[in-house]
């Protein structure tokens, strides 16, 4: 379990961060779907490790290799498409320290616990944020899909570290870098032009599906709607969406609910935001325990990690928000 | 799609809020379980309308009957468990003049689009909150499983209207009434004594699963866990929970990450907030528009509603979790 | 898990032969859909018990009450279809003898076995042929869909106690009764005009998906599409059927593949035999054994039951092969 | 929809004939289960092609690269198994002259009815036969599973051209072969020591999951159970199992049920048999149509192809029983 979502548009995630390929593979995809291939490169190097000075020192292609399902002419052909990439970088020595001691803030400790000694712990092993990588794959193609039906994501870092002007939200991650520590932020995503009455009823309805979809993005530790949390400090009246014609069509006034109402699309705008914690892995020392002997250790991670992963996550919370979304819209029109 | 939820521990909840019966068929539980009906009674008694003076003047007995899957000693036959509650106090004319005039905040809209002429209206249809009893027998069936296994949910309101202190969140109920408005407000909600290690990779997560399910609960728009949304103002040095052995075990001193990291339980508590939006229903004027032509209309939204559903809600927090964990841990012990 | 089949027109049976009521809850069903209630009324009648002299003396008047779903107009409203019957004439002290001795060629001791004291072994429990009723529901409600599009599904028996001439069926049966025995026998079904290129690749194809529903009906024993079985005799030149061009459509000259190839229709008509054993159920006294002793027992089945389950099963099987049939023909038009 | 397959023991199978790359990924493998590579692949050669006088001209070496999942100890490490065979020995140059004309007995015109001009008709595709070699990996490492918990599964051809005594058979097939033409049989596989009450109710039972694996397999046109389609000759009084207890145990005195009472086993051996078409393949002329224009062709089949695939076959049907009943055993033991 796990590894697997969608109904139509469904996908299958494989891969450890050191082990010799990751990739996935997609089921629902249309036959005679065309790919352009270096559009989804491009999507891909915008989550690259290596690729901007905010990210880990590890360097990784990432170049996307179609394993099967895609024909010469870069069409699918209605067969599963299964995409690859090889880890090249990958320093396992790092990590032979950690067999023993769980890093405070990653998924050491229940991964021990769940999967015992024959686990995969080098760099995370499937808990890295190194499987957003396939993730990116499955919600690039998504978005081309997406695109050809007019519907356009676009994700931004709307605070890092407490702050919210650009600037200063780099420097925040500057600031942390230097002190060995990191900072955690919000990623806002838009999804516009998708029709009204897209999603379905109760546990599979737009919300659910992009909240499963989102919290598999590792760091992940919140989400919301619309007015989202701040709903708890406002009336009906205010959060109401009244709705008015215009431009020829129903729309609301605002856009209090983010584009949903009982789980289905309203045709106005989508708007959702994730919360990411702060990178778990830093220089600075802290308190863990010897698994073997029960015992107190100070712990250094030592290693390639990224001071603040929202830059990178920006284009994930888009590939989430896309396969989630053509998931929906697939599902929405077997029913007319 | 949309009324099916959970892998092993997982169940069907169908019905509308006026239609003739609602219920849940349940499939997952172990043969020879014993249902405490008394206890399960009192637990839907909690979410009944008409219980206290914050709901909706609607009477509902809620009584579950158990159509199929119990034996004459309330023990499960290994068969599934379907229980139903009939609808009884219906007044669907209340509802007519609303087929063409969206209630704004509501599911109206998109389900005139998904759904035409042919869908059930009265009362929200299938997306009133009258769905989340079904949801609380599920809950309230997987509580007790979970008790046996010595696992305890508890959830409360934290924040209504803005207020977190309980007499003044009650004020503020009170005030939105008067005035015909409503409130919004923030559940919290604690699992306690979940083993280490439970929890599926990436898109299964206990993250993922109780946020799927939360987000089944009509005007949920917003989940965190542990931090949430704070995280984004944290440095990791803060936000890290450093681990110390305890009272035997392996505990962290902090609880930050609300008890799971890489989606698995670290051994100490659950916590999750969900954000609710006020009821859309409120008696004050709204703008909408008559479908037929277009034109802007007046709408007065009659019948009989919660000005704040936040105390209502406490129980289907429990129950959307608790089905949600008990589906987890099952998941977890199979793979030993 | 067992009880819930399909992707998109996914439904799940629920009840026991003695429970309170049986039942089946449909997803996927678009809103809007017109249900014809006589007609699915005389289809299930096909079924009934007491409806001829061939089948249990039980009575039940088998009426259908939907609980949700269907809307005043009989339109399905887009949610889930929830359909029941009431279980009136049972004699559940007809069974209190067998609580420990198991009948041949019945559920019974894997049944002990996997749910042990509790389970519901009166008439059968939810192995019982009776809860091949709602599949008919489901089924009778697909078959009035899929007429709508032009398919039509009939299917007879073509071999009972061995005998092949209609007359001489019916004999074996009456013999078989005579004796206080009863026969097994073949049902042949044909689905005719579903357009070529239905069906999905190796496990969800129109034999995986038509198998694994047509097995779900008791004392299915085997199934063969087209030469089934004969093919072992056969070589390539003779099975194969060649292409040609006939009343301006594609056509192949023999169906001996029963209309499918690679799992996918070929716009032939699928074709397809399930094998039934003998009812077990005999009055003769057969060899048991005590489960509390391990002691030696001759068992004598008292109870009512059908001599020969075939001529009732032959609408069962075409209930089987529309619920299959409908969701595959769903499931491709997705892709398109 | 179709590549993927099982509830708790889940796997997806990709590739096409001459894609780069066939593989499977499996969900559910235990963490730290000991695959044995040699064991695996010697299972693997038994279905190679190439292997034996009876097999395609294909030479494929099918070596199993692991991807992901297994650690250097060749243990899982609790993430999804991702193994893969790189197609080395494709001619797709001898289906050029195919595009437009469907071969009798393939999947050629369904699949260009379903997939349009994008697909991979390239020796047949996603239903070529060599998509049985992932499905031979999954089903090889359950067999090691159940055979840690002491379960043997084995096939044989029991018919082939309509003979059942072994020298005839190969006779036939070379008779065949030397006619240019193909013939096929019958395979029966025999699953000892799976304990009694394994197996899902209605549509999940043994015989539903081994029906949908074993349909899976190309040319599969058959399944049946026990006495199978025999039963249609039967009295209940012949075909009844009758309960003995021996060598310590409930055993049954026949096993005429082929050890399934109600989709669950009974303690004796599941038995069954597949049919098996004769390979559509042939050096004979045979009738076809050129799509383009309607217009009848006389077509010869070229390229390398089995006369019969039943030898190969057999290793494929243990591997599709194998996968199958470890699904199911995983599933009896989650309900305990």
Redesign the interface.
Known sequence: ?????G??Y?F?????SH?????V?I??L????LIDRSKLQAFMDRRRPGGNRYSTARREGDEV?????L?E?S????????A?IRNTNTRSSDYEELKYV?R?????????????????FAGG???SGR?TAPLCIAGGIALQLLEARGIRISARAV????ETEEERMLAAIDE?RAEG??????VECVVENV???????????I???I???V??I?A??????????A???????????????SEGR?Q??TNH??GI???????MPIVFRA????????A?E????D?RT???VRLCVHGRHDPCIVPRAVPVVEAAAAAAVLDEM???????
């Not at 082990?19 to 990739?23: D, F």
């Not at 919360?275 to 830093?282: H, Q, V």
């Not at 697939?330 to 007319?336: D, L």
Request: glycine residues 18%; proline residues 8%.
């Open positions: 379990m796990g590894n697997t979502i109904t139509i469904r299958t995630i494989w891969g450890q082990a010799p390929e990751i990739g593979t089921e629902g249309p036959a005679g779907t290799f179609f394993a099967a399902g024909n002419a069409e699918t052909v209605g067969a599963p498409l299964t690859v769980p405070p803030g990653h998924a050491d400790y229940p991964a021990m616990v769940r999967f015992g000694g024959a686990r995969d092993g499937q808990f499987m605070m890092i570290g407490g942390a520590d990191s900072v955690g932020g919000v029709p009204a009455g897209v999603g379905e009823p109760m546990f599979d309805g919300e659910n599906r909240a499963q979809m919290f598999g590792p992940v530790k919140g989400i919301e709607f619309g007015n989202g949390f709903c708890a400090s406002l009336r009906g009246s205010e959060n109401n969406d009244p709705y008015i014609f129903v609301t006034r609910a983010g109402y009982g789980g289905m699309t309203s045709g919360a990411f914690k702060p990178t778990p892995s830093i600075k802290q308190d863990s325990i698994m029960g015992e107190a697939m599902m929405s029109e077997i029913h007319v």
